[in-house]
């Protein structure tokens, strides 16, 4: 069943709480200030069953303007509004400021109640009227259906519930998938049951057990038990009102404004990237003025950085950035409202454009491209843009959370920008991140030029390690990214993959002259030696190769198995390893077993190597000690 929210709007005392409790027979004024004053001071709730079948919940904010942010606490989350104007009195200046915030809102479906018909006659009923369609002319409620009603008689009352009805069918369902996010527009305790948080859940879908997280505190706790219009339920979905009892969370550390989300769902800021309108009516905005900014149930203190001219005059609009003095929860097309630090009146309002964004300089032709991409670029340009200003490959959750398109459908457009060229898809395990083609030549160049530059200085290493690349180039990559990234670069032909190590395609197969000739002679000296081999350092300055290039030359050899270390500093050639294996297991086969001192006499060396070769052999399992002796390992 479809879920919706009806928020009232109108001036003081036009009867918007009488007109609720007569459609649905719940009185919305709770505080004993407000049945001594007659007037609504907090938000009201209160539902409606329709004829189609649909409940409503219905939001009863207050008209006086003294408490117009309260009025924008319960707005924030409503589908449709009832507009309330009372026949005796006519359009009044909160009407105007309410319907004013109702198109900042960008709520765009409404009726409109006429109130107290009782109170005047026929002719004065048609010249209010008239008012009001004059009034509502240019309006997103031009077309609304103006219902005569009174809340005292019952007049109208049947016609307006259809009107309602009508209304209400014609709304699109919030999203029920998601992440959830719940405004919070009261905080309570029940005895027994601890803290409550009631709201109208803008997306997703909550349920007994879930774990959510209230922000910007980071606070976690565990849903006990829901309601949607006082009743219990077991989960409650997107566009219902509902409240939720939370474990684990205290009263005193959650407030009107805070938002309970799913966890790590959505991030708090203190700047945000907008579209900000000024009514017709306001003064001119300067920049950097003080504002109230009004998001959901939050309201903020905060400054209007316009990004592209010193004042932005009343009716127009422009790209600002506001830094605001408290972290809020926003998303991408969140609409808010904006109010001037004194007089208390509200100027206008926007549409977030980026919920976390940088701190940018003014009159940057990149920073306002940037922004008219995001408010009005295809889905295949915002893909690139998030791309352009990657300097590593994106997962497509992240391009989807930047650009606010549902992952499945920024999955298409990566899927079409690839077959165009336009894109390079990394596929990592059940994961695609992506790169801008562009970006993936330059990146290809760059490491062409690192890894040239690490092969003129290290010519006998086998290649740049992976892991010190990744860490040069990016950092904050995880690992099995970057081997994806290099698996793709080797399947280009830049570069060839080698245990640990990348290197340029090519390389290493041709030496320089000099060093094939030093290598040759290195190993030639080794070779001769056969089981007495000398010291790495003795080799080295035999052939007078500098210290600090020595241990190079030997990492080279030892890579290439042509020399074996088999015990600390302990080298011998690897024929000379494998002749000195042959004669050993030739002796045990004719005798069973061999002593150190006769692999000594064997191959005609000391003990200093004869013990380390047989304790190598042991290692390799071609051999088994049996006290003082070695004998054949079986297999």
Request: aromatic share 6%; proline share 5%.
């Amino acid at each position: 069943m479809k879920s919706v929210t009806i928020g009232t709007a109108g001036h003081v005392d036009h009867g918007k709480t009488a007109l609720v409790k007569a459609l649905t027979g719940i009185d919305t004024d709770r505080l004993k200030e407000e049945k001594e004053r007659g007037i609504s001071i907090e938000l009201g709730f209160a539902y409606l069953d329709l004829p189609s079948g649909i409940r409503a919940g219905i939001v009863d904010v207050p008209g006086h303007e003294r408490f117009i942010k309260n009025m924008l606490a319960g707005v924030g989350g409503i589908d449709l509004v009832l507009l309330v104007i009372a026949a005796d009195e006519g359009v009044m200046p909160q009407t105007r400021e309410h319907l004013d915030i109702i198109q900042l809102l960008g709520v765009e479906r409404g009726v409109v109640a006429l109130t107290k018909v009782d109170l005047v006659d026929a002719e004065w009923l048609g010249l209010v009227l008239g008012e009001v369609r004059e009034y509502l002319a240019g309006t997103v409620l031009a077309a609304a259906p103006v219902i005569p009603v009174s809340a005292v008689t019952g007049e109208g009352l049947g016609e307006l519930i259809a009107a309602l009805d009508r209304a209400v069918q014609e709304v699109q369902e919030r999203p029920a998938g998601g992440p959830v996010r719940l405004p919070i527009d009261r905080v309570f305790t029940v005895a027994g049951f601890g803290t409550v948080v009631t709201g109208t859940l803008v997306s997703g879908t909550v349920n007994e057990g879930d774990t959510l997280t209230v922000l910007p505190q980071g606070i976690t706790g565990r849903v006990r038990s829901l309601q949607v219009h006082k009743q219990k339920a077991r989960s409650a979905r997107a566009g219902q009102r509902v409240a939720v009892n939370l474990a684990g969370v205290e009263r005193e550390a959650v407030q009107r404004g805070n938002v309970l989300a799913t966890p790590g769902a959505f991030r708090t800021s203190h700047r945000l990237d907008a579209r900000v309108f000024l009514l017709p009516a306001a003064r001119p905005l300067k920049n950097r003025a003080r504002v109230r900014f009004h998001l959901g149930t939050a309201e903020v203190m905060g400054r209007a950085v316009l990004l592209d001219r010193d004042e932005l005059a009343p009716g127009a609009s422009a790209y600002a950035q506001l830094l605001l003095e408290e972290p809020v929860v926003a998303d991408r097309q969140d609409r808010f409202v904006l109010r001037s630090f004194s007089p208390l009146e509200t100027i206008g309002g926007g549409v977030v454009l980026d919920p976390a964004a940088e701190r940018h300089k003014r009159f940057r032709p990149e920073v306002l491209d940037r922004l008219r991409t995001l408010e009005s670029g295809s889905p295949a340009e915002k893909v690139l843009q998030q791309l352009g200003a990657a300097e590593a490959p994106r997962e497509v959750s992240f391009l989807a959370a930047a650009t606010g398109m549902p992952p499945e459908e920024v999955t298409r457009q990566v899927q079409e920008l690839a077959a165009a060229g336009r894109v390079k898809v990394l596929p990592v395990e059940n994961q695609l991140f992506v790169l801008d083609a562009r970006f993936y030549d330059k990146l290809k160049q760059r490491i062409g030029e690192i890894l040239n530059a690490y092969h003129r200085e290290f010519p006998l290493r086998e290649g740049y390690p992976k892991e010190e690349l990744r860490s040069r180039l990016f950092p904050d990559v995880p690992a099995r990214v970057f081997q994806t990234l290099l698996q793709a670069l080797a399947d280009d032909g830049l570069v060839e993959l080698r245990g640990q190590a990348v290197a340029l395609a090519g390389f290493g197969r041709v030496l320089p002259p000099a060093t094939e000739r030093l290598l040759a002679q290195l190993a030639a000296l080794y070779r001769e030696a056969r089981f007495q081999p000398p010291g790495w350092k003795e080799a080295a300055a035999r052939l007078k190769i500098p210290p600090e290039e020595a241990g190079e030359y030997l990492a080279y050899l030892l890579r290439n198995n042509t020399l074996v270390k088999i015990d600390g500093d302990l080298i011998f050639h690897a024929a000379a390893l494998r002749e000195a294996q042959d004669i050993v297991v030739a002796v045990l086969r004719r005798q069973g077993e061999i002593s150190v001192a006769e692999v000594r006499d064997l191959l005609k060396t000391s003990r200093k190597f004869a013990l380390p070769l047989l304790e190598y052999f042991d290692q390799k399992r071609v051999t088994r000690r049996v006290g003082d002796k070695r004998v054949l390992l079986k297999k």
